[in-house]
């Protein structure tokens, strides 16, 4: 601004400084439909395949090889895993210091988590019939799931983050109540149906 110019008043000075810092804050965070449609649609297709193949009491409602849910919601989940990860760390090229030593620990916590469940996991599905097997499985992921992002909500004081976790640890509880089939059914809709919508808005609620 040179002598010439009159000052700015006190309102077009907010809203330059509103502009700038929801400029600065779409730089720095990364689009959470990009983090979470990915998985709320692998979770919504993965675990609509096991219903149809491990139904309630049994019941197959489209026949198809026994590996083949496993793998398609394995699948799901590697694709929206990268999906996220390449998000999250062009985002945090965005960020040093304290926020970017948060986000590292916070990205291998959920490796390390899930790494050792499987470990453990594997141990135990083989000595299970199918159903309880896969129950065993979904419940037990499903809820780390949930326990992570209220963790991830707690670190970044993000309340969304923490109530979605929320979300998903109780339908996943209501899913393992409910037993084989159901939890299936349960954790496709109401679990991959909340991380879209919880996507959605949270993109509407970011700055403009």
Do not use: C, K
């Amino acid at each position: 601004m040179t002598e010439d110019q009159p000052p700015l008043d006190p309102a077009e000075s907010l809203r330059i400084i509103q502009r700038e810092r929801a400029a600065t804050v779409r730089r720095i965070m990364p689009d959470p439909r990009l983090l979470l449609w990915p998985w709320g649609v692998a979770w919504l297709l993965g675990f609509t395949v096991f219903f149809l193949r491990y139904g309630p009491d049994d019941r197959v409602y489209v026949a198809m090889p026994r590996w083949l849910p496993s793998v398609v919601l394995l699948a799901l989940m590697f694709a929206a895993g990268l999906i996220s990860g390449i998000v999250g760390a062009r985002a945090s090229r965005q960020v040093t210091g304290l926020t970017a030593r948060q986000g590292t620990m916070y990205g291998l916590t959920w490796a390390f988590a899930f790494s050792g469940m499987i470990t453990v996991l594997s141990r135990l599905g083989d000595q299970l019939p199918d159903g309880l097997a896969n129950l065993i499985w979904a419940g037990s992921l499903t809820g780390l799931t949930g326990a992570l992002h209220m963790a991830g909500g707690a670190v970044w004081n993000d309340r969304s983050m923490f109530f979605l976790g929320a979300f998903l640890s109780v339908v996943n509880a209501v899913g393992v109540i409910l037993g084989p089939g159901w939890h299936a059914l349960v954790v496709a809709v109401l679990g991959g149906g909340g991380m879209l919508v919880a996507g959605l808005v949270s993109w509407l609620r970011m700055p403009r």
